[in-house]
């Protein structure tokens, strides 16, 4: 299992995910009632980076046309979506969040 470090605990707000590339890939960092989850980060749809879209009840809306995904579990939970979200194992460990992009799946 290889861990990544991605950012400092402190850089992820309920209102303002991370936006972190890991091997190439964007992944949005959340943390939601002192949890954190990490979804890939570009909309299925079409190009945004839904780490910039709007975080409500667990859910967090693209940007461009306002699809809607589980911040929990990556489901598509409004079309345009098209598609559930890759999920991302995440970690604490010290002040540091740490993603293992060898494992997707909720
Ligand atoms: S790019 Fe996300 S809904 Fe269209």
Excluded at 24 to 49: M, N, R, S, W
Aim: proline share 5%.
């Amino acid at each position: 299992m290889k861990w990544t470090t991605v950012c400092k605990r402190d850089q992820v707000q309920e209102d303002f995910p991370f936006s972190a590339k890991v091997d190439d890939k964007e992944v949005g960092i959340y943390l939601l009632d002192g949890e954190y989850f990490a979804l890939e980060d570009v909309c299925p749809h079409a190009y945004a980076l839904l780490s910039q879209g709007f975080v409500e009840d667990g859910m967090v809306e693209c940007p461009l046309h306002e699809a809607a995904f589980d911040i929990r579990t990556g489901k598509c939970l409004r079309e345009p979506g098209e598609r559930d979200l890759d999920v991302y194992p995440v970690r604490i460990v010290d002040d540091h969040v740490q993603l293992n992009m060898n494992e997707q799946g909720a």
